[in-house]
């Protein structure tokens, strides 16, 4: 039996045909890279907007500020969808380091992370009791700031969101409950695709990648996840991960 502080790495992805998992490696370390490197000039594009807005403004007129304006709003949302694409190439190129984690503990960590966020909602956050699970510690938490922030971010009315879990025999299943927008039926498979939204980006910007890492972090861990919502009656948000040994 495995110690509790025991690390052990596994291949975030593995493929019956080497040709093909080769081909597949090479592609995700290329977008990593292409992202990377498109970081640097969005930087300098975002930073010297501003610095020219900031050091300009008495010469330029309202339309000149305006069309600054647009140009370092751009540059951060495309800073933004790389970031997130960063993010999901690393998901299947990096190792998992599986060890215990004691999942109360991640949520207590976004709860802290995300106090400013909950107070000016107004928002009210219930946890039962939590398990320990067989893990990577960071990319798990990522899944709970995905599902949890996505129970905070989509609402008309102060958030109340609902954090428990199930034994179903090696696994557990957890769920996040919240009373926000919902989503219909037919948009349930269309809220895990990249950068697929279903609402206009004024009303709820990001990325639109949240629910997709979430996902991948689920399967690479040999979990499945689903919901079950109806529009205006709340979604609840359910995955399975590997239960931790005694």
Known sequence: MAKENAQKEVPAASSADPALAETK????????????????PLRSVVSFSQLLKDKYNPVLDEKGLRYLDLIVDSGRKA????????????????????EKVDTRQLVDAWLKEAGPQISAKGAKVETGPLPQVMGDRERLYMLFDAVLGNALKFCVKP?????????????????VRDNGIGIAPQHFEAVFIMFRKLNKEEDYPGAGMGLT??????????????LESQPNEGSTFYFTLPAAPD
């Open 25 to 40: 490696k090479a592609f995700q370390e290329f977008v990593y890279i292409v992202s990377h490197d498109l970081n640097a």
């Open 79 to 98: 800073q933004l969808l790389l970031g997130e694409l960063i993010k999901f190439s690393r998901l299947n190129t990096v190792p998992l380091r599986m």
């Open 159 to 175: 958030p109340e969101i609902a954090v428990s879990a199930q034994h179903k025999g090696g696994q557990w299943m957890l769920s």
């Open 213 to 226: 890492l979430a996902k991948k972090i689920v399967e690479l861990h040999g979990g499945t996840l689903w």
